[in-house]
C-alpha cells in the first residue's frame, strides 16, 4: 500500500479469444493469509468480459533497483466486498475514473479523457461522484502460483510458490 513501493503497480494479463491483453493496474490491497489481491476497475471495461470468459489471470511485479520479479498466476472475479466503504475511501480524483460518458475502450473522435470538461481541473463534487459508482468494481484475484526471479551478478536465482491450502509449498528452479 505504499504509493513509493514498486509493487504498487502490475501487470494485470487476461485472455480472449487466442489474445493476451495486458494493462498496468494499482494495487489496492494483499492478503498474504489468504493469496489474494484486489484492484479496482470499471465494470464497463473489457477485463471484466475477459475475466468472465477465462478467469485465469496473470500478475506480473517488477522492482527495478532490486533487479527482482514476481510472476504471479491465479484467477480472477469481480468482488463488491464492503464496495460501497471501498467507495468511499476513494479520492475524488479516483472516483472521477469511473464517471466517463463512454465505456473505456469505445472510440471517440477526437482525443478526450472521456470525462466532462468540468473534471478536467477540478475533482468532481460527491453528489457528481455518484453517478460513477455504478460503474466501479473490484477484482479479486486468488493466486495459485508465485514464480519469483532475482537477476544478480553472483548468478540468477529462481523459485517456484505454489498455494495450496493458504499454504506455499516451494522449489528452487533454474532461471
Request: aromatic share 12%.
Amino acid at each position: 500500500l505504499d504509493k513509493r513501493s514498486p509493487f504498487r503497480y502490475l501487470v494485470f494479463s487476461t485472455s480472449k479469444n487466442d489474445y493476451v491483453n495486458s494493462r498496468i493496474m494499482v494495487l489496492r490491497s494483499f492478503s498474504s493469509k489468504n493469496w489474494e489481491l484486489i484492484v479496482h476497475s470499471d465494470k464497463r471495461s473489457e477485463k471484466l468480459d475477459e475475466i468472465k470468459t477465462n478467469n485465469k489471470v496473470s500478475i506480473n511485479f517488477w522492482d527495478k533497483k532490486q533487479n527482482f520479479q514476481i510472476r504471479m498466476f491465479g484467477e480472477a472475479n469481480e468482488f463488491d466486498f464492503q464496495k460501497e466503504i471501498v467507495w468511499n475511501d476513494l479520492s475524488a480524483w479516483s472516483k472521477r475514473t469511473y464517471l466517463t460518458k463512454s465505456k473505456p475502450g469505445s472510440v471517440s473522435e477526437k482525443h478526450t479523457s472521456g470525462f466532462d470538461d468540468k473534471f478536467l481541473d477540478s475533482p468532481p463534487s460527491q453528489e457528481d461522484s455518484k453517478k460513477g459508482k455504478k460503474n466501479f468494481c473490484q477484482i479479486k484475484i486468488e493466486i495459485r502460483k508465485l514464480d519469483v526471479l532475482i537477476l544478480n551478478r553472483e548468478g540468477y536465482r529462481r523459485a517456484l510458490f505454489e498455494v495450496e491450502n493458504k499454504k506455499l509449498k516451494k522449489k528452487w528452479l533454474i532461471p
